[in-house]
């Protein structure tokens, strides 16, 4: 019988072992060693603000498994030999493996910061970084001040956690407006003021020197390179961003950029070894996408993918409309399509904010054809299937407006910003 071994039990291997097991009766084997049995990675936060606890991040119970004759083995592959299929353990286990799906997703990056490795110095991306952080920081009597580095989606959990339990955060971000690679500036410039609101010490611009040691080898302090400041601390967390959880591979013959390279069918140049999820890395990029995304949706869509090509069914990854969500601290933030953070070269935008400073949206057009080219919300949800329907039916930013109601996922909520939002679009001096 086939032996289908996938290392890493994330979104992404443990949704590409599911629909294998709906599909065939091979021998199904996940390995991890970051935990026992699959868990929502999304849902850490909750974990450390109290609304949820570990066990009700694991979507299904641990019988589950066993049920659907899905082994689980739990340890540290430290290289493979795929000329003789196997994978080789820390711990100086073997396994035998017929084909092989790499999901191992990724580590927080550390850029060479003298003092990354003190006690009190972490990023927030795994279980063990949560009780890490458990540790580090379980109240404002054991962690009186924290300094995080980085300016992204991570970061800004994270300083909303500490925040839960009255931890004072000082938040270094080296571009000049929060997460403005992404967001377009009027986005950009509210975050920076709901941030402030929150009682964070947001400091635009400004990077990591170094983090300096106190006697007993932890974190005492971080020093910030544009101004020799020392802010003074018992926490550091590194946010700045992720990188493919790649090291083991080096030599293994797997051909690697800053992940795993594949082709659109998620094959490595390896016979019967694929990558997904956030460590796989596309050759070419699939439009607009990233060549390697983040993302929880795609690593899911990967997951399935892949299934059907191992079970007799060769499916070419195709993820479709680009979109994803997110939250900072208590505004929802959604994406459908593409809006850049300047409008692409022939694009316009829409930019419109609430008075209240909470709620705005953004919608980016082709200038030549009024052709929609996508859309973000603040403070305001909408329904995924409508962007995607008009989004595949090429409708004009005009139609967009006119119709936004379909979209509305909240009328009570929302209609009265739908008038306004209208208005605004209609009076708009259009700036390209």
Known sequence: MEHVVIIGNGISGVTAARHIRKHSDKQITIVSAETDHFFSRTALMYIYMGHMKYEHTKPYENYFWSKNNIDLKRGF??????ANKKLMFSDGDELAYDTLILAVGSKPNKFGWPGQDLNGV???YSKQDLDALEANAPNNK?????VIVGGGLIGIELAEMLASRAIPVTFLVRENSFWNGVLPEGESQMINRHIKNHHIDLRLGMNLKEILADENGSARAAVIAETGEEIACDLVGLTAGVSPNIDFLRDSGIELG?????????ETNIKDIYAIG??????E?????????AVWYTGRMMGETIAQTICGNPTEYKPGHWFNSAKFFDIEYQTYGWVFAKPKEGNIHFHWRHEDDTKCLTVETEAATGKFIGLNTFGIRMRHEVFDRWLTESRSTDYVMAHLSSANFDP???KSFEKQIQTAYQNQTVNV
């Open 278 to 283: 956030d460590c796989a890395e596309q050759h």
């Open 258 to 266: 800053r992940g795993i390279k594949v082709n659109r069918m998620l």
């Open 77 to 82: 592959v430290s290289a493979i030999d795929h």
């Open 142 to 146: 054991v962690c009186k001040h924290a």
């Open 285 to 293: 990029p699939i439009g607009n996408r990233r060549p390697i995304e």
């Open 412 to 414: 009570e909520f929302f």
């Open 122 to 124: 972490q990023g927030l």
